[in-house]
């Protein structure tokens, strides 16, 4: 079933919610990436028109917040820090683990659809770095064998 038929009842639903309220585009958006995961494409047309907004300033604010998907996402979220003190800890060779374990860029998903990678400028765990986290929690003091204990753990309840 195309994107439309299949979210536009959900969309419409969140967009009568707000209707009227100022500011009502990112909670909009919130509130349909938590219904349905993630903000499709045929959400864009319709919250512009219920908002009288561009398509073009909708598009603007999705792509600036890093938090907001335009695609399904994998059934894991992986969040590794980039933050300085995760730097000086080694976070940048457990990021190159990750893309060549994964075969994935820093913003991609595994092919198998298992696990998306994403990078975050601090997870507030500077302490116990370098730290990581998965599906909302924090995994901190991480080795290469932990990492990858982890990924074997994503991979077998895929």
């Given at each position: ?9 959900v ?17 909009i958006?919130h ?5 349905i ?5 045929a959400a ?32 894991h ?10 730097q ?24 198998d ?45 895929a």
């Amino acid at each position: 079933m195309p994107d439309v038929e299949l979210h536009l009842p959900v969309i419409n639903t969140l967009l009568e919610r707000h209707k009227g309220t100022p500011g009502a585009l990112l909670p909009i958006l919130h509130d349909i990436q938590e219904r349905i995961g993630y903000v499709p494409d045929a959400a864009v047309p319709e919250i512009a028109h219920a908002l009288n907004l561009s398509q073009a300033e909708v598009r603007g604010v999705i792509s600036f917040y890093h938090d907001f998907r335009t695609a399904p996402p994998a059934r894991h979220i992986l969040r590794l820090c980039r933050a300085e003190s995760c730097q000086s800890r080694g976070a940048e060779q457990l990021a190159a683990q990750l893309r060549d374990r994964l075969q994935l860029d820093d913003h991609g998903s595994s092919a198998d659809g298992s696990i998306s990678l994403r990078p975050v400028y601090c997870l507030g765990a500077c302490a116990c770095s370098p730290a990581l986290e998965l599906d909302g929690r924090v995994h901190a003091r991480l080795s290469a064998e932990r990492l990858d204990a982890l990924l074997d753990a994503c991979r077998e309840d895929a």
